[in-house]
């Protein structure tokens, strides 16, 4: 076989590959949460590498929405045990969830991802009511957004601070239900890497779905939050306020 036959054998198969790609695997990843391929790709690899890293034990899922279409704005709210939380919820629901995250746990380094995926960052003195408004109108627009009300990972583990006003505000605001989940079982420290790299027995359960349709007070909802994160986990509240430090008041 000559040079040239080889070449158009080699740009044959190649033109068949890339032909098989478009017609099948794109289409199947724009099924994935989201609707886009690079979507479907990035859920595919979080959701095989949960499941192989962290082996998570998923219950509740069938009071989630199918798919994104299945929902007309979603307000989810977790307590927060560590960095990977939002991967494992993500990787358990068929629906795009767009995150509220601090600020300063955005590693540069994966700016590509924060802005493909729409990330949502958020200031720890929370001067900034920007991240709130723009929650709000991603719901009231029919998408999902997905808070830690805690604002920080909790230290010590197995407890659940006080929580934070915003997420009473932004379902109050919205008149959205709120998928209420409690995260535990992920590796115990507060460092991304670290957290991604140790193995875990991560057990990730969809508590309930609450609506508020008639409820003004934000800070009600926030507390009826918290108090049914409290009833589905037995985990104690802790009262001391976790501050822009990261450590504890004293005598809080």
Do not use: C
């Not at 989201?34 to 095989?48: C, E, F, P, Q, T």
């Not at 929580?163 to 239900?177: D, H, I, Q, S, W």
């Amino acid at each position: 076989m000559s040079v040239s036959q080889v070449l158009l054998v080699f740009a044959g198969s190649w033109l068949i590959i890339v032909g098989i790609g478009w017609l099948v695997v794109v289409p199947a990843l724009r099924r994935s949460p989201g609707g886009r391929a690079v979507d479907g790709l990035i859920w595919n690899i979080a959701r095989l590498y949960a499941r192989l890293w962290h082996r998570p034990r998923f219950s509740g899922r069938e009071i989630l929405p199918a798919t994104d279409a299945d929902h007309d704005g979603l307000v989810v709210v977790s307590n927060h045990t560590g960095a990977i939380d939002p991967l494992l919820i993500q990787a358990g629901s068929r629906f795009l969830i767009r995150w509220m995250m601090a600020g300063d746990m955005m590693s540069p380094t994966l700016d590509w991802l924060w802005q493909d995926q729409y990330v949502i960052p958020v200031g720890r003195d929370g001067k900034d009511s920007g991240p709130l408004r723009e929650a709000i109108r991603h719901v009231k627009a029919g998408g999902a957004v997905g808070i830690f009300p805690e604002g920080r990972i909790t230290v010590p583990p197995r407890e659940l601070r006080p929580f934070l006003p915003g997420v009473g505000l932004v379902v109050t605001r919205t008149r959205a239900p709120v998928l209420v989940v409690w995260v535990s079982g992920t590796p115990d420290t507060n460092k991304m890497g670290e957290a991604l790299a140790t193995r875990s027995h991560a057990r990730v359960v969809f508590v309930d779905l609450m609506e508020f349709p008639d409820e003004r007070d934000p800070t009600v909802v926030t507390e009826r939050l918290r108090q049914r994160i409290h009833e589905a986990s037995g985990w104690p509240f802790n009262e001391e306020i976790i501050p822009p430090g990261g450590e504890p008041e004293e005598g809080g």
